[in-house]
């Protein structure tokens, strides 16, 4: 009896250990991986991958009825998430392009996080998406002005700025996408409306705004 205890509580222990010892989001890594595994959504699709704006964005592929895609949005997370998981959801799936929405968490998670690292942060995914995938074509979605963020706006305007002026020197197959002018109001400030409770996410009236940003970019 006591050997058997014994045996349950180091498995226990090291489960634990384990569960302590993964990276952040690992757990949500495994469920995409899991349902890869089940049924593949297959290659030449359009991914769309990062923060808690696509994760909510349950629906996305309802706002782009015509053109087949991934969301491997997950968690609330950063660009340093999506570079240490883009091995087993970026990859895998051979895009025909990417749609990518984050560093806005990188921004709020550390306080010590300025533009200029969002912006190193996001050519370093840039550079290994570039080297695995070759030239893909790649939107890259502007950090949003958010009601319960905007004491952050600067340093996410500084990240947007120097995002967008390394794509425009890209020229090809490269697009920056400023979702700042629908989404504030006339005062200059975000608009509530677009907003579910939490003051961060938005409802389907700031997703249409999205959805007609986007559409014009994206391949048949």
Request: proline share 5%; glycine share 6%; aromatic share 12%.
């Amino acid at each position: 009896m006591r050997i058997r205890l014994l045996i349950f509580l180091l498995a226990f222990s090291a489960q634990l250990i384990a569960q302590e010892s993964n990276p952040a989001y690992w757990k949500e890594i495994q469920v995409f991986k899991k349902q890869d595994s089940i049924t593949f959504p297959g290659t030449g699709r359009i991914l769309f991958v990062g923060s808690s704006s696509l994760t909510l964005w349950k629906d996305v592929q309802d706002y782009f009825p015509q053109y087949p895609l991934i969301n491997r949005g997950f968690g609330g997370s950063t660009l340093l998430d999506v570079t240490r998981y883009e091995a087993d959801i970026i990859f895998p799936y051979k895009p025909k392009q990417i749609v990518i929405y984050c560093g806005e968490n990188d921004i709020a998670n550390d306080s010590m996080v300025t533009g200029q690292v969002v912006f190193e942060r996001f050519r370093k995914l840039y550079g290994d998406i570039r080297a695995n995938l070759g030239n893909i074509p790649l939107i890259y979605v502007s950090m949003k002005p958010s009601p319960s963020r905007w004491h952050m706006r600067e340093k996410q305007q500084e990240g947007n700025r120097l995002i967008q002026k390394f794509l425009q020197r890209k020229k090809r197959n490269a697009v920056f996408i400023d979702v700042w002018p629908g989404m504030l109001g006339a005062d200059g400030k975000p608009r509530e409306e677009l907003y579910i409770a939490d003051r961060l996410h938005m409802n389907a009236k700031g997703y249409v705004i999205w959805q007609k940003l986007i559409e014009p970019h994206l391949l048949k």
